[in-house]
């Protein structure tokens, strides 16, 4: 069964850390993977992918504060949160597109997790 289920939300003070984690099948862990978020009202914006060979891109609005990464061993994948900013509270999700393993930025994704919340307190 393919699933993706995000952990490691919760609430941050700003200018903190945080680590969000994705435990996927090995199926879609095969392809590629993404973090997105959504705030209350605003679209969901996508945050960084990573294609099966590990190459990584980044929304620019992030300036580096974030960093994807994944291990093969468990099939996880994580989102590295620093300098946490009061706009970075949103829900976060992890997606894959099983199928397509480059280029992934550009990538439709259509397996979703359930999400973990993230929220920033001044």
């Known amino acids: 069964q393919v699933k993706l289920v995000e952990s490691g939300g919760g609430s941050v003070q700003a200018g903190g850390s945080l680590r969000l984690s994705c435990a996927t099948s090995?199926?879609?862990?095969?392809?590629?993977l993404a973090w997105f978020r959504q705030a209350p009202g605003k679209e969901r914006e996508k945050l960084a992918t990573i294609d099966s060979d590990g190459f990584k891109r980044y929304a620019e609005s992030l300036k580096g504060r974030f960093t994807v990464s994944k291990d093969s061993a468990s099939n996880t994948l994580y989102l590295q949160m620093n300098n946490v900013k009061s706009e970075d509270g949103a829900m976060y999700y992890c997606?894959?597109?099983?199928?397509?393993?480059?280029?992934?930025?550009?990538?439709?994704?259509?397996?979703w997790g359930q999400g973990t919340q993230v929220t920033v307190s001044s």
């Open positions: 090995i199926y879609a862990f095969e392809y590629c």
């Open positions: 997606a894959s597109y099983p199928g397509y393993r480059s280029n992934c930025w550009y990538a439709k994704f259509d397996l």
